[in-house]
């Protein structure tokens, strides 16, 4: 298929996204059973999200099978919600980066002592690992982009990887990053247990990912095609519990954005979600898509996104 078409194909609203996708089973829990929680994204396009009814874990369903997400990510991804449309990140991509980079630094601030080592999985353009760098860390990243990858190793100078199999079979990191990287795939929770595997003793991991129970917009506002997995603050615990990780309580936290450290005897364990479900469900309950085009309130987050990515290109200009 061709990126245009591609690109046209994921832009039509009321209509489903060019995929078949496969059955799949929960990745936190290995359930089976769920709820749907929502039956269109907010681009008003038919996509299904259902939440585990093991442990409240949102996901796709059906869930793109792995060469379907290669290709989207390959032909539509970046375009279709970065604007890049050349080889180099957008303007308005490395503003944003650059200020998260900076606040995820600032947080790390401990951690990022000079000579410890550093592991950003999804590194994209770089800017954290530049700024990590910058307190005199020893940094790698992972970032399968290959654009982003090879921007961020002419740009920064920085050391990254096509993928987490490049990585030395022994190699060890003080700190592990991993920033709204979790939701774009179909095994978070595995990716999440590989991750802590390569902490050395006392490192710890920083973990962030969209916040499904955030409120302030329409419940289908928080679906699209690029998230095929959602998490609230409980199933994000969850999954670090499954990776022998427990919040860090010398750092600070919002919801889903969080430090970990190796958990100890005396942390708690996995966390239970019963009814998590069923809330998630009544809290995204479905919006008709053609009532929410006919009531205009599609037009606030339209001119927020935009303008956000118009103020973005200009910062610093």
Not at 125 to 132: Q, R
Not at 293 to 299: K, P
Request: charged share 25%; net charge positive; proline share 7%.
């Amino acid at each position: 298929m061709s990126s245009p078409l591609h690109l046209v194909l994921h832009a039509v609203p009321f209509t489903a996204y060019p995929y078949r996708g496969e059955g799949m089973a929960c990745n936190l829990c290995g359930g089976t059973e769920t709820l749907t929680v929502a039956e269109t994204d907010r681009r008003l396009k038919r996509l299904r999200s259902v939440a585990c009814t093991g442990c409240g874990l949102i996901r796709t369903d059906p869930m793109p099978t792995a060469a379907e997400l290669d290709a989207y990510y390959a032909s539509a991804y970046r375009a279709a919600y970065q604007f890049a449309l050349g080889r180099r990140p957008p303007r308005h991509h490395l503003h944003r980066s650059r200020r998260e980079a900076g606040f995820r630094a600032d947080l790390l601030g401990p951690a990022l002592r000079p000579g410890a080592r550093v592991l950003d999985f999804g590194a994209g353009s770089g800017e954290f690992l530049a700024a990590a760098r910058e307190r005199g860390c020893d940094v790698t990243g992972v970032e399968p982009g290959r654009a982003y990858a090879a921007y961020a190793r002419a740009e920064h100078g920085v050391r990254v990887l096509d993928g987490f199999d490049d990585l030395a079979p022994d190699e060890t990191f003080d700190v592990v990053t991993v920033h709204h990287v979790l939701e774009h795939l179909r095994d978070p929770v595995d990716t999440l247990v590989r991750l802590a595997r390569r902490l050395a003793p006392g490192g710890v991991l920083y973990a962030a990912v969209p916040n499904m129970a955030a409120t302030g917009k329409p419940p289908h506002e928080r679906f699209h095609f690029a998230h095929v997995h959602g998490f609230v603050r409980e199933t994000l615990d969850r999954a670090a519990r499954r990776a022998g990780l427990a919040p860090h309580p010398e750092y600070w936290r919002e919801d889903t954005t969080a430090v970990y450290r190796q958990a100890g005897a005396s942390d708690a364990p996995g966390l239970a979600a019963p009814g998590l479900a069923r809330d998630l469900a009544a809290a995204l309950a479905p919006v008709r898509p053609g009532a929410y085009l006919a009531s205009g309130a599609w037009l606030r987050p339209m001119v927020r996104r935009n303008a956000k990515a118009i103020r973005d290109t200009f910062a610093g200009r």
